[in-house]
């Protein structure tokens, strides 16, 4: 069993950042795929970034390319998104998610259906 917990979602100016962690319970963590979802309100579940258990390789959408670092701390058992220059349409609540068989991916997948477990959700409003 893999629970999740995210932490650092609020309220935040356009051209703001903030920095969402995941806390994460389970032996074999280190070699999950991690990654970060978000949804907004009348919007499917979108892919932001992943994250391999090395760290060496990560993914991203292209819309948070340049602005969103993804990482991890295989002894903490964390994983991190930082977010920079947020833009309104960043708005969303952000979810953390594991997928246990990602290590024998070829690529980071970005279908939420490749990811087994998944965190409650942390809140993120960009105001303009």
């Known amino acids: 069993q893999v629970q999740l917990v995210e932490s650092g979602g609020g309220l935040v100016q356009t051209g703001g950042s903030l920095r969402l962690s995941c806390a994460a319970s389970g032996r074999t963590f280190s070699s999950y795929v991690m990654g970060w979802f978000r949804q907004a309100p009348g919007k499917e579940r979108e892919f932001v970034a992943g994250i391999r258990w090395s760290g060496s390789s990560t993914r991203y959408v292209d819309s948070v390319k340049g602005r969103f670092t993804i990482s991890r701390d295989n002894v903490k058992n964390t994983v991190s998104l930082q977010m920079n220059n947020l833009k309104a349409e960043d708005s969303a609540v952000y979810y953390c998610?594991?997928?246990?068989?990602?290590?024998?991916?070829?690529?980071?997948?970005?279908?939420?259906?490749?990811?087994?477990?998944w965190g409650q959700g942390t809140q993120v409003t960009v105001s303009s």
């Open positions: 998610a594991a997928a246990t068989g990602g290590s024998r991916w070829v690529v980071i997948r970005q279908g939420s259906s490749n990811y087994d477990y």
